[in-house]
């Protein structure tokens, strides 16, 4: 079965391309507004079609021919894709975008092999030189799209979509039931060790890091120092953020490992449907989430059955049934 397979990486871009991707993020952004802006005044004079396209909006605006075209095609499809989810209900109206938000992207697709890897460099659309990557990991398949991201257009990651064959794994006839789990995440019907979690370091050095950080926060208001211009909250602040990623980093890690683990070794996988959540613990709901969106994807690509059960304490009759 073929799939569509996601890889991140970081990017180290030089000057020339950081200001190309600062750029292209600009102008996707403008189209993004400018088309959104038409679309509502034409729901406004309730017509639901508008002929405003990139292409109309590029002879008016010029500079917006710098930048790659089929990123700012993306971002017409995308505006697309938002109505659609606003008209049926599963989403709020479309917003618009701005140049202060913490992340930017933009994606452009692979054109007659616009888009190919050399070693660890990348060639993408519209740049004449290659963009270092740090491939930590093989790519399979063919490029299909990539999305280049930046966080304070400080740090870069591209997302290269593949298409890739994967095959089903051989069928080991065990099942399987899993519960949720306050500390482990998930709580196995077998005797089954999981991967180890390891996340007492950063735990206790993000706490102290918040800690930290609110102090800093004080003495920038005793001073009469507004907290955006108190360099050392800022600094603190920075470092809290990076061990918040780290801590996160972590966790999807840790939920990869036991969904590929769960996936190779059982064919049936009973599910709690409705588990109750606790509060200020190391896994909360929103992991959990996480867990089942991860398991679900990986068990349509290897063949595997989920079944959703009310209570895993009666595992042992669901198999028999």
């Known amino acids: ?3 569509l397979k996601g890889y991140k990486f970081r ?4 000057e020339e391309q950081i200001q190309f991707f600062i750029q ?3 102008c996707v952004r403008f189209t993004y507004n400018c088309l959104l802006c038409a679309r509502k005044e034409s729901l406004q004079k309730r017509s639901y079609e508008t002929k ?5 909006l590029k002879k008016d605006y010029p500079f917006l021919k710098q930048a790659d075209s089929l990123a700012l095609a993306n971002a017409q499809r995308n505006l697309d894709r938002a109505f ?3 008209f049926s209900k599963r989403m709020g109206y479309p917003k618009f975008k701005t140049k202060n938000n913490t992340w ?3 994606t452009t697709n692979n054109q007659k092999n616009t888009i190919y890897l050399v070693g660890k460099q990348l060639k993408l659309p519209k740049l004449k030189s290659l963009v270092s990557v740090n491939l930590h990991r093989e790519v399979f398949g063919e490029i299909k799209s990539a999305t280049i991201s930046a966080k304070n257009n400080q740090l870069f990651f591209v997302s290269l979509l593949c298409l890739e064959e994967v095959f089903p794994l051989p069928k080991t006839g065990k099942a399987i039931g899993i519960a949720y789990c306050p500390k482990h ?8 060790s999981l991967p180890v979690y390891e996340c007492k370091g950063v735990q206790h050095r993000l706490k102290r890091a918040n800690k930290k950080l609110e102090l800093r926060a004080k003495v920038a208001k005793k001073r009469a120092v507004v907290v955006k211009q108190a360099k050392n909250y800022q600094k603190q602040k920075h470092k809290v953020q990076k061990l918040t990623v780290k801590k996160n980093n972590q966790k999807r890690n840790y939920i990869d490992q036991l969904t590929h683990l769960l996936v190779h070794e059982y064919d049936s996988i009973y599910l709690e449907e409705n588990p109750h959540f606790i509060d200020n613990t190391h896994f909360l709901e929103a992991d959990w989430h996480h867990f089942l969106r991860t398991i679900r994807y990986k068990a349509h690509w290897y063949n595997k059955k989920l079944i959703f059960v009310e209570d895993v ?3 042992d009759e669901f198999v028999m049934n």
């Not at 405003?52 to 109309?56: D, V």
């Open 84 to 86: 659609k989810n606003y």
């Open 104 to 106: 930017q992207s933009y």
């Open 1 to 3: 079965m073929k799939v």
């Open 313 to 315: 304490k009666k595992f």
């Open 24 to 26: 292209t993020f600009g």
């Open 185 to 192: 995440l998930v709580q196995l019907t077998s005797d089954r």
């Open 11 to 14: 990017i180290y871009p030089n």
């Open 52 to 56: 405003l396209s990139p292409a109309h």
